[in-house]
Structure formats: C-alpha cells, structure tokens
C-alpha cells in the first residue's frame, strides 16, 4: 500500500516553515528558514519578498530530503501565511516596494484619523479594527505621503500572494488574506468599492478572492525541479496562520477557543456567518463562505518576557528565566505589569499605548518581576477573551499553542486564570497542520474540517487550581482598572 504524505507550508513573520505530517497528523519531519526583518526608520518594519519566496522554495526541498518522499507518496501542499503585509509590484510581477509586515507603524496617523472619522462604519462593513498593521492604513499613507513605488505600482499583494504570482503566475488570494487587508466586504465577500476608492486602488489592481479549499495546477516546470515534487502535483491555497492554527488544533466547534502565545500572541473562536460588537474590541475575518473566525491579537506575548530577559541581564535560558516565577506566588505579592510595550492591538487597538509596572516595593526582586510579566501577558489575553465570551458565549475548553505552550508554568497560569481545562496538542506546527487538513479537504481526501479532531496527538489536559482562579479573579479586578485608565490616557 502506498505511503501518503502531505505538507503544510506555513509563511511566518519570523520565518518560513515546512512540516511533512501523515495522515493521521503525526510529524515526520520539518525544515524552517528564518527570515530578516528589515528597520529602515523608526517604527518601519519591512521584509524583503525575493528572500522569502527563495526560502519557502528551500524549506519545500529540504524538507522532501529530510522525510526521503518520493514524488507519488506526497498528496498536497497547502499554505498557512501571517496575516496584513503589503507589497507593491509592477505589471511584470516585480516588487517595487519591500513586503511591509503587520508590525510597521507609519501609518498611525492615517489610522487614527479614519478611526476619528469613519470608524464605525468601516468596522461595521470589514469586521477590522482600524490600526496601522491593516493594509487598508498602509495604502493611505502611501497615498498621502507620496509613496513612490504606490505610485507605480500596478499591483497590490501580501507576501502569500507574491509566491503563489511567481509559483503559478496567478494572482488569486483566499478570504481570510483578503479580509485581513481591511479592504473585503464582510458582507460579499469582495473587495469594498467604497474602500478602494478611499485609497486610490482599483479592483482590477488586487487579486481574484477566492475559497481556502481552491486547488492550483501548474506549478512552473523549473520550480518543481528544484523542489523534488511532481509537476503535476495539485497545491491548495489555504488560509491565514490564525484561523489554521485554531483547525490545526481542533478548536472549531461552539466553546472551543484557541490561544497562540509566541512573540506576539491572539485569542479566536470560529463562528457562524459575521458576528462584530460595537466596542470594536475584536476582529471577525471569513474563513469560508460560511465560518468566520472571531478573535483578538496582542503585539506582546513572549516578546514581552524576552525584553524582560534582556533589560536584567540574565544569562541563562529562557526556560530557567521563565521558571523564577515559581519563586512567588499568584499576584507577584502586588506587583502588575501592563504588557504595552510594543504598542498594543486588541483590546486597545493603540499603537501608542506603553508598557507599565505598578506596584513596585523595596522587597520585589527578579522572580516578582518574571511573575507578572507573565501575569501580564495572560490577563491581556483573558481580557481580549471577555469581549469574545460577549459573542459567542463562555468557552468551555482552552486550546492552546505557540512557543510559551512549552512552559509548565505558564499552562498551569492560563488555566488558573481562565478557570478552564487546557489542552495543548502534541506537535506545535498547528498552523501547519491546520493548512495541511485544508488541502486533504479541498481534494476529497478526508470529509470534513470537523473530522481533523480525530487527527490531533494531544496531551492530557491542565486543570485549574480554583484557589488560585479566585485569587486571580480579584487581581484581574484591578488589572482591568488600570489597563481602561492606559487606554484613556494614550
């Protein structure tokens, strides 16, 4: 009986991953290249395409080395991609600009005056809370400051997009990547007129939108030489990395809700249609035609505790650092700590809001500090997560994944603070394997979304200590007081 493979290509902010998984989602092997980020003034943050498309071409062929495939044991690619970068290309498909990633800032300006101005409405069409990371507020500072390669451009894509350009020479973007442009009628699901016309773009200048299940043919001949595939093998566009890591995890029925915590970090639950709320607090983005998934990101998730690392001079590893939170107790013996140092999205959506400890005495030492930055970090999920229980009801299983999920500590801490049991899947390439189902379902391999629960390794759940869940209730009492007073502030 033949073996059957299939890979999950998943394009980061951080870096450009490919995982080979079997049927059954086990991890046969995997191949990761990182990626540069590039600073060219303060606040910008840019990423150069060529480097990355030239990386997911090595991850693909590396990692076909690695698991030894042969051509007719591989089924499918599917892509996962991060979410809101923008580029700028000419009619030959060349790049005039480099990829702008969702972490620059330059059009705060140009954010803040649509949210002043239009806010509401834009929100009520988009289901995207306006902020710099959204295309949307990327194109109007190109078109007020002048931008050069905006001015040329003939088109306008992400990161997924310029691969699948060079790859297939088709543009073509599925829902998710396109509702998280800012720029996709929620309600449509194509691009708003009202929008375009906003930021000087013409729809025949963004990709055709089109279902995560699309499979493309076709790759070019060389492209599947170099990689070591079949030239027939038939690809599938996927999604974005959120609404993927949340499949790849299982987090997909009524009450499931999935938290990521690497660098950055989100809370998201899938829903029915789309579902927005007037505090514009959270986010809704098309999955299909018919699933959306709800949810809110954080700009400071282990980013956060790696400064943390960095500001006290520790030498040893993030893990030993991690673990001198065991030291104290739930609460830091008072000391709280606003995770604002990178600027913030949800629940604030304030590139300007600031990090802030409060509390701090004589007796605190480095363990207190590690505490509740850690704290931090999940009351900032655990709030964003109130305004999701506002739509969708109050969850009854926590999924979680990302790099802080390796941390014992901090699982038993989110369980405690949430008050519910939390499951952590045995691989941490959700995303990957969430692009992976994708493309089994796309191809009639597998029934359903739904049946990837069958499909997950997962570990035995954490449980919540109820002593220290109400502990931290009252703590959050004050947390919450203090995070709307930052808010009101900046």
Known sequence: MLNEFVIGLDIGTTSVKTVVFDMSGKVITESEEHITSLYPQQGWVEQDPFEIEQFAVKAVRDVIKKANLKKNELVTISFSSAMHSLICIDEEYQPLSNAIIWADG??????????QNDGTNVFQKTGVPIHPMTPLSKLLWMKESGYEPYEKATYFISIKEYILLKWFNKRIVDYSMAAATGLMNAHTLDW???LLEMTGVRKEQLSDVASPNKVLHGIKKELAEEMGIAEDLPFVLGSADGQLANLGIGAISPGEVAITAGTS??????TKGFSITDERETFCYAFTE???IIGGPTNNGGIALQWLKELLNYEGSFDE???EAEKTAPGAEGLLFLPYINGERAPLWNQQAKGNFFGMNITHKKEHFVRAVLEGITFNLYQIGQSLESQAGEPEKIFVNGGLSRSKLWLQMLADIFGKNVYVSESHHSAAWGAAWTGLVALGKVPSFEKIKENIPMSPPITPNENNHNTYLEIYKKYESLAKDIARYF
């Open 265 to 270: 970090g989100a809370i998201r639950q899938f």
């Open 321 to 323: 650092f991690t673990k």
């Open 192 to 194: 708003d007129h009202e």
């Open 106 to 115: 330059r059009s705060t300006e140009q954010a803040e005056k649509l949210k």
């Open 290 to 292: 018919e699933d959306s």
